[in-house]
């Protein structure tokens, strides 16, 4: 099957969802205010009140909401509330960045094909949590990070982009965290620019890149290692 992802009229409005310090958040708005995204944040949405995210989003003059999972009955209704927010905010891409809620497939299906994560490893190897100390413990000489389209199993949506990022042999999981954190925080915008300007073709798990015209053989999605 052969999904398109729909080209968006620029430009493009953003949500962001964030649980915690929200360092790709300020990628994002870092590389949208210097014109390499061409796209806006509508909204960031934090389920944690204390998120340090929030305060780089104000600083940005940016709107947020703490929608708290745990001010909730149960998931529906704290979905339901993220979903209401973002269509209130004419959000037409979502970007999980460092949100840490599994969402259920029926927040999944409202922005299908619209909702992006970036995680931290090479998928398909090391998805859920705890990946770095993983990837240290299976001895892989790499690992890096990921982003993707959210599809309904975890992590495991069509690829993007990817960063390759070597495991050191006296890396413990925060020092091998940061290295890849780094290389996030360039992955991240490069993608969303991606999206933004319609390049991104969903053909069954794979995503192709295109140019103006065709398929860009071109374009390297690989962030050089270091
Ligand atoms: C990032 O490393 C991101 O890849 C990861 O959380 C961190 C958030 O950092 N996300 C996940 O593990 C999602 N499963 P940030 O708040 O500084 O962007």
């Known amino acids: 099957m052969t999904d398109s992802v729909p080209v968006p009229r620029a430009p493009l409005r953003l949500g962001v969802l964030i649980s915690g310090s929200g360092s790709n958040l300020q990628a ?4 949208v205010a210097d014109g390499f995204i ?3 944040i509508a909204l960031v949405i934090s389920n944690r009140a204390d998120a340090f995210g929030l305060e780089r989003a104000r600083q940005a003059g940016i709107p947020t909401l703490v929608i708290d999972h745990k001010a909730h009955p149960d998931r529906p209704s ?3 509330a993220m979903i209401d927010a973002l269509n ?5 891409l979502v970007c999980l960045a460092g949100f840490m809620r599994v969402l259920t497939p029926r927040f999944i299906r409202a922005f299908a094909g619209r909702l992006l994560n970036i995680h ?3 998928l398909p190897a090391f998805p859920g949590l705890h ?3 993983r990837a240290i413990e299976a001895g892989a000489r790499f690992s890096g990070a990921t982003v993707h389209f959210v599809t309904e199993e975890v992590d495991a949506g069509p ?3 990817q960063a ?3 495991i050191l042999d006296n890396d413990d999981a925060s020092a091998l965290a940061a290295r890849i954190l780094k290389h996030e925080h360039r992955l991240y915008p490069l993608a969303v620019k991606l999206y933004a300007e319609g390049r991104l073709r969903i053909e069954g798990q794979r995503v192709r890149v295109m140019d103006g015209d065709g398929i860009d053989p071109d374009v390297f999605l690989i962030a050089p290692v270091g």
């Open 28 to 31: 994002l708005i870092d590389r």
């Open 38 to 40: 061409p796209a806006r």
């Open 78 to 80: 704290f979905e339901q």
């Open 88 to 92: 209130a905010s004419q959000v037409e």
């Open 131 to 133: 990946v770095q100390q």
């Open 120 to 122: 931290p490893a090479l």
């Open 164 to 166: 390759v990022v070597p």
């Open 159 to 161: 690829i993007i982009a």
